[in-house]
């Protein structure tokens, strides 16, 4: 069992920065894919990007690739999100979600087997 839990989140102006946390429990976080996911009002919930269980893999949305950044602290049972560049668009409720496995490049929510209640960014125009 992990339970997952968000930090970090707020309103923002476009063409600034934000970082993300997600704080894990339980003794098993370094053998879990991380992921960030993120849901706009009335959207489904869509990937962000996602990082292997040592660090050594991520993997990038198009649409977020070269302005966020995933990493992860295995000895804190910590993953953070760094979004830099922020845009309009990327207003969401952000999402921390954990996966069994070792493949980063799984993108559809219903592959991941635990998640965080969500921190709510809103980036203006």
């Known amino acids: 069992q992990v339970q997952l839990v968000e930090s970090g989140g707020g309103l923002v102006q476009a063409g600034g920065s934000l970082r993300l946390s997600c704080a894990a429990s339980?003794?098993?976080?370094?053998?879990?894919?991380m992921g960030w996911f993120r849901q706009a009002p009335g959207k489904e919930r869509e990937f962000v990007t996602a990082?292997?269980?040592?660090?050594?893999?991520?993997y990038y949305a198009d649409s977020v690739k070269g302005r966020f950044t995933i990493s992860r602290d295995n000895a804190k049972n910590t993953v953070d999100l760094q979004m830099n560049s922020l845009k309009p668009e990327d207003t969401a409720v952000y999402y921390c979600?954990?996966?069994?496995?070792?493949?980063?490049?799984?993108?559809?929510?219903?592959?991941?087997?635990?998640w965080g209640q969500g921190t709510q960014v809103t980036v203006s125009s």
């Open positions: 339980g003794r098993t976080f370094s053998s879990y894919v």
């Open positions: 990082i292997s269980w040592n660090g050594d893999r991520t």
């Open positions: 979600g954990a996966r069994r496995g070792v493949r980063v490049g799984v993108t559809t929510p219903g592959e991941y087997d635990y």
